[in-house]
């Protein structure tokens, strides 16, 4: 079973930036290295959305809103995602959710808080 830790959640103000990491262990390297991982989130009183994804040649895909602010990355020898969040804005604030699809399930991490306000 995938286990998955995310950091880097906080409190910011608009226009400013945050990057959330995540530590996925529980499979081998080489299973971790071929899964898509990505991330979700969900704001209160919301559904889950999603946010954005890499694949295991890197290919990745971003909700639209946040587009050309947000970048999505892998470290595949650490088993590590980071999402870099530029420019945030007041409805970015929500409960950031790590995700990973191996042996054809999806795992989550139990959540980091992003809080966007002035």
């Known amino acids: 079973q995938v286990q998955l830790v995310e950091s880097g959640g906080g409190l910011v103000q608009p226009g400013e930036s945050l990057t959330l990491s995540c530590a996925a262990s529980g499979a081998p390297g080489s299973i971790l290295s071929i899964t898509t991982m990505g991330w979700y989130r969900q704001a209160p009183g919301k559904e889950r959305e999603l946010v954005a994804t890499?694949?295991?040649?890197?290919?990745?895909n971003y909700a639209d809103s946040v587009k050309d602010r947000f970048t999505i990355s892998r470290n595949k020898a650490a088993n590590t995602v980071r999402l870099q969040m530029n420019n945030l804005r007041p409805e970015d604030t929500a409960v950031y959710y790590c995700?990973?699809?191996?042996?054809?399930?999806?795992?989550w991490g139990r959540g980091t808080q992003v809080t966007v306000s002035s």
């Open positions: 890499i694949t295991g040649s890197s290919r990745t």
């Open positions: 995700t990973n699809n191996a042996y054809g399930s999806t795992y």
